[in-house]
Every structure is written in C-alpha cells, then in structure tokens.
C-alpha cells in the first residue's frame, strides 16, 4: 500500500473525473437556479406573462414576455393589447441592448439568437416588438393609434419594467425602420437610455 500523502495515478484520474462532472453540474444547476430565480421575479411584474425559451448565450435565462400595453397611452380607458418583447439575461447588472423593430420580431425566437451589440457589450438583450405586428396585434383593429408616439410610450413602459430588475445602464439600437423606432423613442424619453446606435 501507498504511504499516507500519496495517490495512485489510476486514482488520482479518476479523481480528477469526478471533480470535472461535479464543477459541470454545479455551473449547470447553478445556471438553472439563476433562470429559475430570474422566472420567479419577471413573473411578478403586474400583468406579465412569461415563457422561459432555450439559448445558451443568456446564462440567467432568455424568455419571451407577453406585456399588457395600453392602445392609447394618453387614455387608460382605451384598453390593452399584448405586447410581444423577448428578454435574454446574461446578469442583473449586466448592460442592456433594447433592440427595437419597425415589425415583427419572430427572429428573436431562434435559439441561438443574438444581436451584434449584445455580443460586443456582453449585455443583457431586450428585443421588442412594434405594436400591432406579428404577436402584438390589437385586437379590433383600430389603426388610429399605429403611431411613433405610442410605439415609443409602448417601448418607455416595457423599459420600466424591466428596470425594476435590471440594473445596467441602457442602450437602444435599430436598423431600418428599427431605426426610426430607435430615434423616436430617444426623442421622447430622452433619459431612457444613455446611448442610441442604428442601422441603415
């Protein structure tokens, strides 16, 4: 037998086996529990919905929330439509990268989505839909309000709630009409974000 201090190098293999399996599922349930926390308070913003979808660029979980958002934002009588918003988090106080569309945003449900800021920041991604397209219909289809004021309020109100989670600071981007949706919203709460980058 080997003295006391000494490890064969069978068991010394084995052993270093058993150490890798035991790191790997500590990071996986630990990366479960972080999603699992994440799910537990994004369930708590009033009204919200929320679904926990699979990208493994989002650590803490990449989820797609369904967000009551009033028609008309200057009157609370006017009803609500749901409002599609996807939301990957890297770390609560992470940066975060709101990506706004000028339409649908079915992409964002692809499970390896990612935008090239929210890879360049190693940010958190918030990818929001424009009112009335793809998910985010309104219900009777009254138009009157598809508007770059109410799609800016829609994305100021998406921003806030998020914010009570998510403590980085913000940067909004676009491209194309995402653009405009970017700029629009820039120029209405201004204080919303601190940087805005778009794309032709």
């Known amino acids: 037998p080997l003295g006391m201090g000494f490890i064969h190098r069978n068991d010394w293999k084995s052993a270093r086996k058993v150490l890798v399996l035991s790191l790997f599922l500590f990071v996986a349930l630990f990366a479960r529990s972080q999603g699992n926390y994440m799910l537990d308070r994004l369930s708590e ?15 803490a979980g990449y989820f797609i929330l369904s967000i009551p958002q009033l028609v008309n934002h200057e009157d609370s009588a006017s009803g609500t439509f749901s409002h599609r918003v996807f939301l990957g988090i890297r770390a609560i106080d992470a940066p975060n990268v709101l990506v706004m569309d000028g339409y649908g945003v079915d992409y964002a449900a692809k499970p390896d989505y990612q935008h090239e800021l929210g890879k360049l920041f190693q940010a958190n991604l918030i990818v929001v839909e424009h009112r009335f ?68």
């Open 45 to 59: 913003l009033p009204g919200v919905t929320v679904t926990e979808i699979g990208n493994p660029q989002f650590p």
């Open 133 to 200: 397209f793809s998910k985010s219909q309104l219900p009777n289809a009254d138009y009157r309000w598809l508007t770059t004021t109410q799609a800016a309020a829609d994305v100021h109100h998406v921003r806030e709630l998020i914010a009570t989670i998510l403590t980085g600071k913000w940067i909004s981007t676009g491209t194309s009409k995402g653009g405009q949706a970017a700029l629009a919203h820039r120029m209405h709460y201004p204080e919303d974000v601190a940087a805005t980058v778009v794309f032709g």
